[in-house]
């Protein structure tokens, strides 16, 4: 079991910035890989960035080259989410990945609410 909170959503005008920050406790040594994913008002949950042991990245189109996966060790996993646009909006989701004994399995916090105004 993982158990994954979130923290630094807001509110912020479009252009600001904001950064995520998820702490993963538990079975953390079973992770191989994290994520953030969002949910807008009205609309499915989707992939925002995600990031694997060995730190290899991977990003949203939408956002790529403005938003910044990181992980700093098993435990902490960071978004830095620059030139915000309103259609950013939306709660943000940690997500984690373990895979334990052949089979997969996923965790999710949450989630934290991201506002950009226009």
């Known amino acids: 079991q993982v158990q994954l909170v979130e923290s630094g959503g807001g509110t912020v005008q479009a252009g600001g910035s904001l950064r995520l920050s998820c702490a993963a406790s538990?079975?953390?040594?079973?992770?191989?890989?994290m994520g953030w994913y969002r949910q807008a008002p009205g609309k499915q949950r989707e992939l925002v960035a995600t990031v694997a042991n060995g730190d290899s990245t991977n990003y949203a189109d939408s956002v790529k080259g403005r938003f910044t996966i990181s992980r700093d060790n098993a435990k902490n996993m960071y978004l830095q989410m620059n030139s915000l646009k309103p259609e950013d909006t939306a709660v943000y989701y940690c997500?984690?990945?373990?895979?334990?004994?052949?089979?997969?399995?996923?965790?999710w916090g949450q989630g934290t609410q991201v506002t950009v105004s226009s």
């Open positions: 538990g079975s953390i040594g079973s992770i191989i890989l």
């Open positions: 997500n984690a990945v373990t895979f334990v004994l052949g089979r997969s399995s996923p965790y």
